[in-house]
């Protein structure tokens, strides 16, 4: 046994320390894993189809009031903002969708009572906390487009949205409103997209924390940045398309994007016994 001048014991320089494993570790994906989960996510909108109308249809109904409700109290000008904002929580509507997708990978039975349980039990979990980081990007989208109001066409109100668009087509500041404000819109975009595409299906599915659900999120971005910004570019353009005639197409388009993202996320982030345990580099001891 070694042992020092004194005659203490020594511990063996060898000596392995097993660590837990990395919960933000992400597998690389490519694009052909992209359109796997899109299969799948359309062959669960197959499978339950009155769970993802449901959905869809709240989703949809909740984008009908808000802009309604912008146009009622006279602010129809801050419908196109207001229905981008209103884009970013879908992430948090889709929690219903991820829960149908899990039980449905899980043989679990489909039941209402079941799912929308589950939805009702996350306002204990940590998934309260990233829809105040969800709601803090809202606020900061809002806040940038009165921003940009006020400098480039001042405080003028405007009588309907049609006066509102056609200021901003036909004049060189409004042309101007335009083109930044689309610039900061797509910025802010990137950023949350970065926070929440496997975050929410992570808290939904595992005991971790929204911090580490978002670096874990972030992380997939940054291994897979090219597929990730074309999932970006998919998701962006179907639902502003399904926003086009009042909302409705989010009845459909909600449903598959909530589903294929439940999968998506399956495909990035590996089970937990799937990841290595880090150790020590040296296995030698001294006898």
């Known amino acids: 046994m070694s042992s020092t001048e004194s005659g203490a014991p020594v511990k063996p320089a060898g000596d392995t320390i097993a660590r837990r494993p990395d919960p933000t570790r992400v597998n690389p994906i490519t694009f052909n894993e992209i359109v796997d989960a899109l299969a799948s996510g359309m062959r669960d909108f197959r499978a339950a189809p009155l769970y993802g109308l449901?959905?869809?249809?709240?989703?949809?109904?909740?984008g009908i009031l808000v802009v309604g409700t912008a146009a009622w109290l006279g602010m129809s000008y801050l419908s196109y903002p207001l229905a981008v904002a209103f884009?970013?929580?879908?992430p948090f509507i889709a929690v219903g969708l991820y829960e149908v997708s899990r039980r449905l990978e899980a043989g679990t039975p489909l039941s209402w009572?079941?799912?929308?349980g589950v939805i009702w039990e996350q306002r204990r979990r940590e998934i309260t906390w990233m829809a105040f980081v969800v709601l803090f990007v809202q606020i900061m989208w809002m806040y940038q487009v009165r921003l940009l109001?006020?400098?480039?066409?001042?405080?003028?109100?405007?009588?309907?949205?049609?006066?509102?668009?056609?200021?901003?087509?036909?004049?060189?500041?409004?042309?101007?409103?335009l083109l930044i404000g689309n610039i900061v819109g797509a910025g802010i975009s990137i950023i949350l997209f970065s926070l929440t595409v496997v975050s929410f299906p992570m808290l939904l599915d595992r005991d971790v924390d929204f911090i580490t659900a978002m670096i874990t999120s972030v992380r997939s971005v940054?291994?897979?940045?090219?597929?990730?910004?074309?999932?970006a570019l998919i998701v962006t353009v179907t639902l502003l398309l399904s926003m086009l005639p009042l909302f409705l197409g989010l009845v459909l388009t909600l449903p598959i994007l909530g589903h294929t993202t439940w999968h998506l996320y399956r495909k990035v982030v590996p089970e937990a016994?799937?990841?290595p345990e880090a150790s020590s580099?040296?296995?030698?001891?001294?006898?």
């Open 281 to 287: 580099s040296s296995s030698e001891t001294a006898a």
């Open 222 to 231: 940054v291994t897979s940045p090219v597929p990730m910004v074309g999932w």
């Open 113 to 116: 009572p079941g799912v929308l």
């Open 87 to 90: 884009w970013m929580i879908g």
């Open 149 to 177: 109001l006020a400098l480039f066409l001042g405080f003028q109100s405007f009588a309907s949205f049609t006066e509102f668009l056609e200021v901003v087509v036909t004049t060189p500041e409004g042309l101007m409103f």
């Open 273 to 275: 016994e799937d990841q």
């Open 54 to 62: 449901f959905f869809g249809a709240v989703y949809a109904a909740g």
